[in-house]
T-cell receptor, first 110, second 112 residues
Framework: RKEVEQDPGPFNVPEGATVAFNCTYS??????FFWYRQDCRKEPKLLMS???SGNEDGRFTAQLNRASQYISLLIRDSKLSDSATYLC???????????FGKGTRLSVIA | AAGVIQSPRHLIKEKRETATLKCYPI?????VYWYQQGPGQDPQFLIS???????DKGSIPDRFSAQQFSDYHSELNMSSLELGDSALYFC???????????FGPGTRLTVL
């Protein structure tokens, strides 16, 4: 299994749709997990941190399944501004350094 | 809120030249990370520093070196540049190791 593997994109969804991304990781010792979003040619921006079973912030929900070693990101009521690449990030050893997934591209269409 | 500052934002160099990229972390952040992102690629970890000491080393070429100074800013020195070094170079900072990393806007390096 690759260190961090994400759903292949792109995901093209209409405004208002609910979309979910999955990410699997290989290091069972990882303690923290992150979702970043990256717009074209811009820096990755932290979207959510996950330290226990999950986290919720408005329309965004991240869930962690340690037994199956996967993390999911759910986006409800998609907005045009949600269009970006979503990167699943998992530390390699304990908490550092970070290993990025290849990213999943989301396009929200009007 | 103050963010990570990187300079320069754009840099054009010739093959075999040297380049120095600078990173100023968020105030009070003591850990700095460097990443390289090639076209269509995910960010690759290069190296990190915690309290001015190298803490982790990733896929940093031997031609590159980096350090963190007493004011916590960091510099990435790149020598004998190659065409394949053309990429976006991001610096990130965190308050302690293992915590959320916040990225700077990046330096776009083009090697001709």
């Amino acid at each position: 299994r690759k260190e961090v593997e994400q759903d292949p994109g792109p995901f093209n969804v209409p405004e208002g749709a609910t979309v979910a991304f999955n990410c699997t990781y290989s290091n069972s010792a990882s303690q923290s997990f992150f979702w970043y979003r990256q717009d074209c040619r811009k820096e990755p921006k932290l979207l959510m941190s996950v330290y226990s079973s999950g986290n919720e912030d408005g329309r965004f929900t991240a869930q962690l399944n340690r037994a199956s070693q996967y993390i999911s990101l759910l986006i409800r009521d998609s907005k045009l501004s949600d269009s970006a690449t979503y990167l699943c990030v998992v530390p390699r050893f304990g908490n550092t350094p970070l290993v990025f997934g290849k990213g999943t591209r989301l396009s929200v269409i009007a | 809120a103050a963010g990570v500052i990187q300079s320069p934002r754009h840099l054009i160099k010739e093959k075999r030249e040297t380049a120095t990229l600078k990173c100023y972390p968020i105030p009070r952040h003591d850990t700095v990370y460097w990443y390289q992102q090639g076209p269509g690629q995910d960010p690759q970890f290069l190296i990190s520093f915690y309290e001015k000491m190298q803490s982790d080393k990733g896929s940093i070429p031997d031609r590159f070196s980096a350090q963190q100074f007493s004011d916590y800013h960091s510099e990435l020195n790149m020598s004998s540049l190659e065409l394949g070094d053309s990429a976006l170079y991001f610096c990130a900072s965190s308050l302690g190791r293992g915590y959320e990393q916040f990225f700077g806007p990046g330096t776009r390096l083009t090697v001709l």
